[in-house]
């Protein structure tokens, strides 16, 4: 369980910088074929276009999201304007964070064919702070990064819309293993 103090010390720090900032951790580029082995996900429920860097030091990764006015949750979610719901930003930074129980299990950046999705479910989100909209033709750069691994995964995310934190999140899975 993650400790109060703890959890505000995260909080505080996801407020300040980015997880992976520029020019850390080792460059890749992972697109469908790779998620598809990394992630139980699919579509429309697959969040994460792309992995961009993986920084096995610090245990974080970073991609992305480029949001189409067709994906799942605009209609509807406001009439006036649409916006990206926040259950589904956490999830797509969760789903990110999921990647790395492949990246720090193994050490490597590499993905091989054999790589098969772990089975996980989450069990808790320990915060959640929304700073701006997301809208369709956003560009949503997403960083995760593992706080604790034990009997479940505690791991935070932010999402940036540009430079502009737009999201953070620290949320908790199971893997059934």
């Known amino acids: 369980m993650l ?12 407020r300040r910088a980015a997880i992976v900032p520029p020019g850390s951790g080792v ?16 579509p429309p429920m697959l969040l994460v276009d792309a992995i961009d860097a993986v920084d096995l030091d ?14 799942l949750g605009f209609a509807g979610h406001f009439d006036d304007g649409a916006v990206y719901p926040g259950v589904l930003t956490i999830e797509a930074m969760g789903q990110l964070s999921l990647t790395l129980l492949h990246f720090l ?17 989450a069990t808790h989100i320990h915060h959640a702070t929304f700073l701006a909209p997301l809208v ?3 560009r949503v750069t997403l960083h995760a990064q593992v706080m604790e691994s034990d009997f479940t995964m505690i ?4 999402a940036y819309k540009g430079d502009t934190l737009a999201a953070f999140a620290v949320s908790e899975v199971y893997v059934d293993e």
Request: proline fraction near 9%; glycine fraction near 12%; aromatic fraction near 2%.
């Open 58 to 71: 610090r245990g974080a990764v970073r991609g992305w999201r480029e949001l189409r006015a067709s994906d």
């Open 136 to 138: 369709p033709g956003d």
């Open 105 to 121: 299990g193994g050490r490597t950046t590499a993905v091989p064919r054999e790589t098969v999705p772990p089975r996980v479910r």
């Open 3 to 14: 400790e109060p103090d703890r959890l505000m010390e995260i909080v505080r720090q996801l």
């Open 27 to 42: 460059g890749v580029m992972l697109g469908a074929d790779a998620l598809h082995r990394l992630l139980p996900h699919r």
């Open 155 to 158: 791991a935070a995310g932010q």
